[in-house]
């Protein structure tokens, strides 16, 4: 069974994959209500989930653009990727979501 400290490995392990181009993100929250908070200029993510269903809920500045599911971490990491070197909210929709 997957406990709370699973499952922040797990989002170290994703603001690890991040931290390089976007320098280090920001695990938020208690038990399994983590999430994890990456920003670049106005631009924002947060992530959550699990390898077989990743979220990211996109951000301008302080406002939520919506969550949208992934199959996995690794496309939800290049969706947020992609929004955090500014790449259009349309565009995250098309890259995996089920």
Same mark, same amino acid.
């Given at each position: 069974?997957?406990?709370?400290?699973?499952?922040? @490995?797990?989002?170290?392990?994703?603001?690890?994959?991040?931290?390089?181009?976007?320098?280090?993100?920001?695990?938020?929250?208690?038990?399994?209500?983590?999430?994890?908070?990456?920003?670049? #200029?106005?631009?924002?993510?947060?992530?959550?989930?699990?390898?077989?269903? @990743?979220?990211?809920?996109? @951000?301008?500045?302080?406002?939520?653009?919506?969550?949208?599911?992934?199959?996995?971490?690794?496309?939800?990491?290049?969706?947020?990727?992609?929004?955090?070197? #500014?790449?259009?909210?349309?565009?995250?929709?098309?890259?995996?979501?089920?």
């Amino acid at each position: 069974m997957r406990t709370a400290a699973d499952y922040r @490995a797990e989002l170290t392990t994703l603001a690890g994959r991040l931290e390089r181009e976007f320098g280090a993100g920001k695990i938020v929250g208690e038990g399994m209500s983590q999430f994890l908070v990456v920003t670049s #200029g106005v631009r924002g993510i947060e992530i959550y989930g699990s390898d077989a269903r @990743a979220v990211i809920d996109a @951000a301008l500045g302080d406002e939520l653009q919506g969550e949208i599911e992934y199959r996995s971490y690794d496309l939800a990491i290049a969706a947020a990727t992609r929004w955090l070197c #500014g790449c259009a909210l349309d565009e995250l929709r098309a890259i995996g979501p089920e």
